[in-house]
């Protein structure tokens, strides 16, 4: 069964009333953009033509026993609950392996459920029915087993394209992000700004959530690869590290911050990375051998 574009933005509106109904206190549901309900409303009205951008919120639960806080961070695809809901949980008081079962427990349910479906109410109480485990065994994912059966991961890479990155403060925090959770990859600053995030799929979508927030708009993921593994992902990695990546700059006409990066260069470095494919993906032109 399909649905409209309209019929799911109702469906989205309505579960988001029985969101702030469960959860009335100020903090507790935390929207990405504030104007977000109002402007799908616009839109089912008729008064705003453009599409709204996606609703993203982040719920804090208070779990009981052990009394420890989760947070739920939730994005709806325009098409949700006829596309999948994107989910990540965090806590302070897991550490990222527990943290990365969690989640993949989380999203085992999840995709239980039939399309046209709402499931955040239902992963809700999922956490709060589930998560204690995830604290209270922390020590004994360690523990060795001879019997242990390989884990599947999914091992992901994020090409992320920004009209521009200059900001010191960004560029900090962007590295800094990328640091901590493990991950690899480079930031080319400049205009565009290109981010490429590689590791497992939970670290790279909390570094894209992270970047974002608060209000980074004009930034968009332009194309993803993933693949499953049982090992560690290093032998997939097309980077050692997560690094700043500085370019020439050319065409700048005196003005601040106005002029390019050199593209020709950035291609030459994604032909070392065996990345060239993606030149075409992030900005429409094909890629043109030196060899030629």
Known sequence: MSASMSECLQLQLLEMEMLFSMFPNQGEVKLEDVNALTNIRRYLEGTREAL??????VITLQIEEPKVK??????????YPY??????????ELDRQQQLLLNKGLTSYIGTFDPGELCVCAAIQWLQDNSASYFLNRKLVYEPSTQAKPVKNTFLRMWIYSHHIYQQDLRKKILDVGKRLDVTGFCMTGKPGIICVEGFKEHCEEF?????????KHIS?????SVET??????LRLFHSFEELLLEAHGDYGLRNDYHMNLGQFLEFLKKHKSEHVFQILFGIESKSSDS
């Open 70 to 79: 989760i947070d739920l961070q939730v994005t709806m695809p325009h098409s």
């Open 230 to 235: 049982e090992g560690n992902g290093e032998d």
């Open 221 to 225: 993921c332009k194309h993803a690869e």
């Open 52 to 57: 709204p951008p996606k609703i993203e919120f």
């Open 83 to 92: 596309a999948a809901l994107q989910l990540f949980g965090r806590s302070s």
């Open 208 to 216: 894209w959530h992270t970047i974002r927030y608060p209000n980074w």
